[in-house]
């Protein structure tokens, strides 16, 4: 199978996106019918809210992260116009949700003193799992995931309702679908679904969401930013209701473990494993179909399992030297697919938590919901994506075998 040069080539645009970006073509470009000037953007905001104008400082420096940000955008971020409106929906909606939540924060002083218990943290290789078990342990009747819709609008605006805001979320989930039919099958978004943490921390202006959808080598995230900012958006949403775990989730995770540490010190982490073969490959189709959502010139990553197999080995010595907290699990995706209940029966008794027999009867109820392939099958190999699989499997050899990763045909 030839190695694939460009997505253009990859994929076949629809045709409304199609004619949209050649609006942009049409008046000079598309920076000239979709403007994202940042100053211009607040204003915006400030006017949306009825004239409120106090961002927050729950997160240090928004602003100068929002025009870094912006800059960024706009000089490596080569978006096509639909990419651009995209984009400027979640800056404005990220303005807007600063604005809501601190002044929500005014009107109630306890919001900053609710305490994030005991989270329960999925993270591991890109396409390795983590998302079908986030959601079945979303169903966990003692836990809460973060909704899309909630997410989104933690904080209702002009008495909309829940369903309200669930539609207002579904513009920004089932989008990525139409405008590439393709990434359906990729990963499944929904506004009732749960939302891993890198949509959580998209209104700090920096974390994991924005290095994903666009290519901006100059562009540093914040991770310690991102993070308080997370922990100020849980505390909006659980304000008020009933003590549950939070059920959290990003493979992110991986880069800054310590922070999350720092940040929720009682956390478990589930760390997710799946063969190599399967998930680097299938995470560079991911990253790049993301991006060909928004830009017409996406550089296709770099396929190198080197660096994966590094930070898993340096992490595994790092628990064997007991230097991380001794509240790391691991979860192999063979093991899940398999026997679901009985994976995470396991996974709950390594965390001393009590597996209910609600939450066992509900796992097989959900997957028939959802089977395998409802929305067409992941294609993609490794050689189309530049791997050779057997220096692949050599590479990662360390890591496999340290973990007893089962290896797939």
Known sequence: MPVIKSLADHY???????????????????????????????????????????????????????LSL????????????????????????????????????????GIADEAIDTPIVITGPPRSGTSILFELLALDPNARSPLAWEVMHPVPFGGASDAALREMAECEQEFWADVQ??????????ADLPVECVTLTLPSFTGGHWGM??????WVPDYPAAMDYHRALL????????????????????????????????????????DPLKTEPSSLSTLATVRWERSDEVELPEANGAGLGDMMMLLAQRRSAGELPDRIVDSHFTALMADPVAAIEKLYGEMNRPFLGEH???IPRYLESKPKGKFG?????????????????????????????????
């Not at 809210?49 to 929002?66: A, P």
């Not at 039919?181 to 929904?190: G, K, S, V």
């Not at 099958?377 to 890591?399: N, T, V």
């Open 12 to 66: 076949t645009r629809p045709d409304w996106v199609r004619r949209i970006n050649g609006m942009g073509e049409s008046v000079g470009g598309a920076d000239k019918l979709i403007p994202l000037e940042p100053e211009a953007l607040i204003s915006a905001a400030t006017l949306s809210t009825g004239g409120l104008s106090d961002f927050g400082d729950f997160d240090g420096d928004w602003h100068g992260r929002f």
């Open 213 to 218: 959808i666009a290519s901006m080598p100059n």
């Open 377 to 409: 099958k992941h294609k993609y190999s490794a050689e189309e994506w530049g791997f050779d699989p057997a220096k692949l499997r050599e590479k990662m050899l360390p890591y496999t075998d340290h973990y007893g990763i089962e290896l797939e045909a």
């Open 235 to 274: 505390q909006t949403l659980q304000y008020g209701g009933p003590p549950q775990n939070w059920i959290l989730k990003t493979p992110l995770y991986l880069v800054f473990i310590d922070l999350l540490f720092a940040t929720y010190p009682d956390a478990w982490v589930i760390h997710t494993h799946r």
């Open 70 to 109: 912006v800059s960024e955008l706009e000089s490596t971020g080569r978006l096509h116009a639909l990419g651009r409106l995209i984009t400027r929906q979640e800056l404005l909606r990220g303005l807007r949700t600063r604005l809501l939540m601190t002044q929500a924060r005014k009107e109630n002083p």
């Open 360 to 362: 066992a009867d509900a």
């Open 181 to 190: 039919p393709e990434f359906a099958a990729i990963h499944e978004l929904r």
